[in-house]
């Protein structure tokens, strides 16, 4: 047996606390073991510590933007070598023969299962994972800044790809935190005109850095009226109720307005607004194995990598209680 120290939750919206559990000594077939140096926390690490979603289950380890060296591979593992440096996300398996994992996408498998939903995540020393859910990391990626990519990075990634948004794209991304910050660097690379929507314009030089070519208040919609039926594709990544409605008005005729976050209420207003240009409410999540792939090769290829604040493991409810009020510049992460 192997002892394993990590960061858990024992109930929902507990402070996490010191936490050791046991694994068998060698790997399954397909697993790994992966001494941990980099967890990135994403905000669905505060979900499932809150329970919200109802699915968690305690003690809960959070942590799946995670990156780390591999100790140890199974028998069966031949794309992955000891001492080899990977990044592990959100998904931590699929059925691997259905027809969505056949095509390479394997975030849509009805099997699937996450790195810290009943199984020991990534905020601890070591994790025990399915090494074909562990990606090899481009060299010029620093361990810390490129953890984000893992989840957040591909999240924002993956909706320009799924929806073929072209280089010539008006662009818009919604909330600037976390997964907006990536946002807004993938859809300059990408050759698209952004605009960086923001509940803090006070932020507006590091938003354009960060590559938008304007910065608009997310609240203001007086301020929006110019930008009435401009965009082609609009990027929401909040979780605050905003006026959706008005959000529909800015786009373009055969817009879309893309959820990667989850406002708190549901969304509603007259069908109408989308009729009327033909205009789509979408959505997408996380990024199959190819996508991943496709996505760090991108970010190595642009240069883009999170803004981090670092932590050491042991502060990691200093971290959290940051995220819960949303102080965060951009992405937190740990450092184990
Ligand atoms: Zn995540
Ligand atoms: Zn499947």
Redesign the pocket.
């Known amino acids: 047996m192997t002892k394993i120290n990590a960061w858990a939750a024992e109930k929902a919206a507990a402070r996490l606390s010191p936490f050791a559990y046991t694994t068998g000594d060698r790997p399954g077939p397909f697993e790994i073991d992966v001494r941990i140096s980099h967890c990135g926390i994403c905000h669905s690490d505060l979900h499932l510590i809150d329970n919200d979603w109802m699915i968690s289950e305690y003690p809960l380890v959070p942590g799946h933007e995670i990156v780390g060296t591999v100790q140890a591979v199974g028998a069966q593992v031949s794309s992955i070598e000891v001492g080899q440096r990977v990044g592990i996300g959100w998904q931590r398996s699929?059925?691997?023969?259905?027809e969505?994992?056949i095509a390479g996408e394997?975030n849509y498998?009805?099997?699937?299962q996450a790195t810290c939903v009943g199984h020991f995540g990534g905020f601890a020393e070591f994790v025990r994972v399915d090494g074909r859910f562990a990606f090899a990391l481009p060299e010029t990626l620093s361990s810390e800044n490129a953890a984000p990519l893992l989840c957040g990075g591909v999240t924002v990634y993956t909706p320009f790809r799924l929806y073929d948004i072209p280089a010539h794209a008006r662009v818009a991304v919604v909330g600037i935190g976390g997964l907006g910050h990536l946002a807004l660097q993938y859809a300059r690379a990408m050759g698209c005109e952004v605009t960086a929507f923001t509940s803090t314009p006070e932020k507006e030089k590091e938003l354009l850095a960060f590559g938008a070519h304007r910065v608009v208040s997310s609240t203001d919609e007086a301020g929006q009226q110019a930008l009435q039926g401009y965009f082609d594709f609009i990027l929401s990544t909040v979780f605050a109720d905003l006026n959706w409605m008005q959000f529909v008005g800015l786009l373009r005729p055969k817009g879309r307005l893309c959820f990667v976050g989850a406002p708190k209420s549901e969304v509603r207003f007259p069908a109408f607004a989308l009729i009327s240009g033909a205009k789509s409410l979408c959505g997408s999540v996380i990024g199959g194995r190819k996508m991943i792939r496709d996505m760090l090769a991108f970010s190595a290829r642009h240069g883009i990598v999170a803004q981090t604040e670092l932590f050491p493991l042991e502060r990691v409810n200093d971290a959290l209680d940051r995220l819960r009020r949303n102080e965060v510049r951009y992405r937190a992460v740990l450092e184990v």
């Open positions: 699929s059925c691997m023969h259905c969505h994992c394997e498998c009805a099997q699937q």
